[in-house]
């Protein structure tokens, strides 16, 4: 069965200081992986996606994602967060085959500190 | 703003009702999705359509139902509503069903059984 972990509810960092918010997929196929973020009362906003070739994407917002095959991960990063970065991050996946229905993580909520 | 509107914003209703909820694509967006987003489910995938025919169905309730209309507007009909089905109700669109398509979502419906 497809499945997206995300190991962590909550990631705490320090404005400026680098962040990192993790994901690992299980999926039989040829992933497609996704990182939304949700502001409150807001839908979810996409940020960027890896389909294949580099395994470093990057996407909005100064966000980037490095996809490793053998760890099954797909890790977002940030090398200087902002406290408007503050909000519920979701890693996503699809698969080729599986008409671009998304399986989501249970989110990370990401809070940056003055 | 994604470009997905979504209606009504709230709605509050009784155990054993029926309601709808309605969706319009980004212009030029064929695929509509519907997902669920409930604190102990997380966000589901329930049902993807594509230029007015099904796609893809995942955890979607027979209680529930969604159809796409021929100007690309897609609405999901719950019914028998139960205290369990109080969620945000998000609604997606892309211009593909395949490929890794990135999704935009609307605001969402809040839905409040009680």
């Known amino acids: 069965a497809q499945s997206v972990a995300q190991p962590e509810d909550q990631v705490n960092v320090a404005e400026g200081n680098p962040l990192t918010v993790k994901c690992t997929y299980s999926?039989?196929?040829?992933?497609?992986l996704f990182w939304y973020v949700q502001y409150p009362n807001r839908g979810l906003q996409f940020l960027l996606k890896?389909?294949?070739?580099?395994?470093l994407v990057k996407g909005s917002y100064g966000f980037e994602a490095e996809f490793n095959k053998s760890q099954t991960s797909f890790h977002l990063k940030k090398p200087s967060a902002l406290v408007s970065d503050s909000a519920l991050y979701f890693c996503a996946v699809s698969f080729s085959g599986g008409y671009n229905k998304l399986i989501f993580g249970a989110g990370t909520r990401l809070a940056v500190h003055p | 703003d994604s470009g997905v509107t979504q209606t009504p914003k709230h709605l509050i209703t009784a155990t054993g009702q029926r309601v709808t909820l309605r969706c319009s694509p980004r212009?030029?967006?064929?695929?509509v999705y519907w997902y669920q987003q409930s604190l102990d489910q997380g966000l589901q995938f329930l049902i993807q359509?594509?230029?007015?025919?099904?796609?893809a169905k995942g955890n979607i309730l027979e209680r529930f139902s969604a159809q796409q209309f021929p100007d690309l507007h897609s609405e999901l009909n719950l019914s028998s509503l139960e205290l369990g089905d109080s969620a945000l109700y998000f609604c997606a669109s892309s211009e593909r069903d395949i490929g890794a398509s990135e999704q935009y979502f609307g605001p969402g419906t809040r839905l409040t059984v009680t």
């Open positions: 999926v039989s196929g040829n992933p497609y």
């Open positions: 359509y594509y230029n007015g025919e099904e796609r």
């Open positions: 890896y389909i294949t070739g580099d395994n």
């Open positions: 212009s030029g967006d064929l695929s």
